[in-house]
């Protein structure tokens, strides 16, 4: 049987939500809203949207064990086959996988680059970064190539000897480099800063804008919305304890995501430098407090780098999976064949978001003043998501029996954790993310 033992399930889908979201993004929107409050706001947009939608995933995969357009029909009252149009939601995970795996190549090249030299003024090592986002299309592609190629070749393994492996070995490599970080983190005086900087809640700083920067990251750092949860899930076995499992998988994403932060905010505390440093803290910033490190500078930017693929390539594999399980399940292809049908889409994808970015092609790739690698990252993040979370919010609430949920839950929990559970899916999750989803489309 290609399932997940149950370990293999939590470690699995922990790699599918310990990705860039939790080492890059994450420390850099805590850094722009200013640490604490923001942090605050997040754990319960952890706790009482994310883990609600991931148990929503999971019990309709787990249910439905086959792709996610099939257990949306299987889990629905008088298995009414219109639901097989949720299978919409298979695209996002492709084309966010595009962009995914050019910023991991990105990645890859801090890596090789961070062997040999740092940069040691912040002004170098941005002029770095842009050039290689912007004239390095050469190397870029090599990079995206490497990416999607590593990916590809662990999905055409299957659930067993491919996913479930891949995590067997990353996460608990990744846990070990974070918890090496960490503790030399421990020993700098600034740690202690850095702890007061994300747990001491600053009311002031929170807006509007931090409440749904807070609700966004809690979605796209537990892979939510895409289907990939519930394709996992589909492989869990039917008997496995859904509840803790994902209970599990948020914990450990949360605490990842702090430590990366404790991290991060040291080193940048230690060397005086900006908590709000955008997208360019981890790709600007930090190379340039390695580098005066000397010899551990080198050690720590090349283990820090290697983190950030192993928990990025655990997650790009993520993405691909809801695809490839549908194209098997419903057209009855081979593995082999819908790797190749959506391995080439997302690589060709990632092709034209590299070059959009670039100098010599960015041009011809501009639509409506943003370019292809910012469309594509809006349209999932901003519009796709949201779609597809509000339709499996209105689904569970309306058009599946709530008897069937209940009994489904009450074989691993009581029954008070279930109605909160489906209260916060039939009210809050749904009206908070249209909140999210309008406010993106700039209507409010
Ligand atoms: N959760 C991952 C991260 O934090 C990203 C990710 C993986 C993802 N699979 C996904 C995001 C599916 C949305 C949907 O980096």
Same mark, same amino acid.
């Given at each position: ?131 290689? =986002? ?42 070990? =480099? ?85 991290? =991060? ?180």
């Amino acid at each position: 049987m290609n399932k997940f033992s149950r370990i293999g399930f939590i470690l699995a889908a922990a790699g599918s939500a310990v990705g860039l979201g939790n080492i890059w993004r994450f420390p850099y929107i805590t850094g722009e809203y200013g640490g604490g409050a923001f942090i605050l706001i997040y754990l319960l947009a952890i706790l009482f949207i994310g883990l609600t939608m991931f148990l929503a995933e999971a019990v309709i995969g787990q249910n439905g064990q086959s792709d996610v357009s099939t257990s949306f029909v299987a889990l629905s009252t008088s298995k009414n086959k219109n639901w097989k149009f949720a299978g919409f939601m298979v695209a996002t995970g492709l084309i966010i996988l595009s962009f995914y795996s050019v910023v991991l190549g990105w990645i890859l090249d801090y890596v090789i680059t961070s062997f040999s030299t740092l940069p040691n003024e912040a002004s170098i090592a941005g002029a770095n970064f842009e050039r290689l =986002i912007s004239e390095d299309v050469g190397s870029l592609i090599v990079y995206h190539t490497l990416i999607a190629g590593t990916v590809i070749f662990i999905v055409l393994k299957g659930i067993k000897d491919g996913i479930e492996k891949i995590n067997l070995i990353l996460m608990p490599l990744l846990g070990l =480099i974070l918890a090496g970080l960490l503790i030399y983190a421990l020993t700098l005086d600034s740690f202690s800063q850095a702890v007061s900087f994300m747990f001491t809640p600053d009311f002031s700083k929170i807006d509007s804008h931090a409440l749904l920067a807070a609700l966004g990251q809690a979605f796209f750092t537990l892979s939510l919305g895409v289907g990939t949860i519930l394709t996992y899930s589909a492989s869990l076995p039917k008997k496995a304890n859904f509840v803790k499992s994902s209970i599990v998988v948020a914990i450990v994403d949360t605490v990842i995501a702090l430590v990366a932060g404790l991290i =991060i905010f040291t080193f940048l505390f230690t060397a005086g430098a900006e908590s709000a440093a955008g997208p360019g803290l981890v790709f600007i910033s930090l190379p340039v407090i390695f580098s005066g490190w000397g010899m551990l500078g080198h050690i720590i930017a090349v283990s820090f780098f290697v983190a950030l693929v192993f928990a990025g390539i655990t997650s790009a594999v993520s993405m691909i999976e809801p695809a490839l399980r549908f194209f098997i399940e419903r057209y009855k292809i081979s593995r082999q064949k819908a790797t190749l049908i959506c391995g080439g889409s997302f690589y060709f994808l990632g092709i034209i978001a590299l070059l959009s970015m670039s100098k010599s092609f960015g041009a011809h790739l501009t639509f409506f003043g943003k370019n292809a690698f910012d469309i594509m990252d809006f349209m999932t993040s901003s519009i796709m998501m949201p779609l597809a979370a509000i339709l499996i919010c209105i689904f569970l609430a309306y058009f599946v029996e709530k008897d069937t949920l209940k009994e489904k839950f009450l074989a691993h929990t009581n029954e008070t954790v279930f109605n909160i559970w489906y209260f916060l899916i039939k009210f809050i999750v749904p009206i908070a993310i249209t909140i999210l989803l309008l406010n993106k489309l700039g209507a409010i």
